[in-house]
């Protein structure tokens, strides 16, 4: 069965502290596609990044970076120097054929930003 | 500007009543779907569309109907089956249904509550 667990409800860090975002998944497919999604408090859903199950290269844009392990299952998202605007909902989800190519995502981690 | 759009932003429904919500993209997308989020959840899936004329049910259908007649519009109408609506709704579009080419675009949500 498909799964994904994000173990951190609620995180609160200092402006230009780093904090990661942690994302484990559990699927039986070999193909598959994750996401991280951010919703800042006006609602939207606004997507962040999409890696595939054969790409395991870190990747890094800007501020934001993330680890895609497939030997631990789980794709952690981390914010350096992080900002008040930076104060959202994040989401980690998976794509794959257990779950009829439909998006399954976590429950979500609230990112507090303190100036 | 290209993009989703959801109406109303805020949607007050009586008992018994349906009501319906509104989502166009112009994106050219095939693909559209309607997720709803409770608080302190994560997004679950309750229709998708993979093509107009065409529609699917997802993980939490009951007391919910689609229709998509036109590409660039899904409606989603919440009848009086559904005994707990109140719920933010998401509407998302991708360029097609299926792992390759679905990375999901979301709107701005409607927050249905009921008198």
């Known amino acids: 069965a498909q799964k994904v667990t994000q173990a951190q409800t609620e995180i609160s860090v200092v402006e230009k502290e780093d904090v990661t975002l942690d994302c484990v998944y559990e699927t039986r497919d070999?193909?598959?596609?994750?996401?991280?999604?951010?919703?800042?408090?006006?609602?939207?859903?606004?997507f962040l990044i999409r890696r595939n199950s054969f790409d395991e290269q870190n990747e890094i844009s800007g501020?934001?970076?993330?680890?895609?392990q497939k030997s631990t299952s789980s794709f952690n998202f981390t914010i350096t120097a992080s900002q008040v605007v930076d104060s959202a909902v994040y989401f980690c989800a998976l794509l794959d054929q257990t779950g009829a190519n439909n998006l399954f995502f976590g429950t979500g981690t609230r990112l507090t930003v303190i100036p | 500007d290209g993009g989703i759009?959801?109406?109303p932003k805020y949607l007050f429904?009586?008992?018994?009543?349906?009501?319906?919500?509104?989502?166009?993209?112009n994106l050219?997308?095939?693909a559209m779907y309607w997720y709803r989020q409770d608080p302190g959840q994560g997004l679950r899936l309750i229709y998708y569309s993979q093509i107009v004329n065409d529609f699917q049910k997802g993980d939490i259908a009951e007391g919910y109907s689609v229709s998509r007649e036109k590409k660039e519009s899904f409606p989603l109408t919440v009848t009086s089956a559904?005994?707990?609506p109140t719920a933010f709704y998401l509407c998302a579009s991708s360029i097609a249904w299926g792992t390759?080419?679905?990375?999901?675009?979301?709107?701005?949500?409607?927050?249905?509550?009921?008198?």
């Open chain 1, 30 to 46: 070999t193909t598959y596609y994750l996401f991280w999604y951010k919703q800042p408090p006006s609602g939207e859903l606004v």
């Open chain 2, 28 to 30: 050219n997308h095939d």
């Open chain 2, 82 to 84: 559904q005994k707990n």
């Open chain 2, 5 to 7: 759009t959801q109406s």
């Open chain 2, 100 to 115: 390759a080419t679905q990375t999901q675009y979301f709107g701005p949500g409607t927050r249905l509550l009921v008198l």
């Open chain 2, 13 to 25: 429904r009586k008992e018994g009543q349906n009501v319906t919500l509104s989502c166009e993209q």
């Open chain 1, 63 to 68: 501020r934001y970076s993330w680890n895609f």
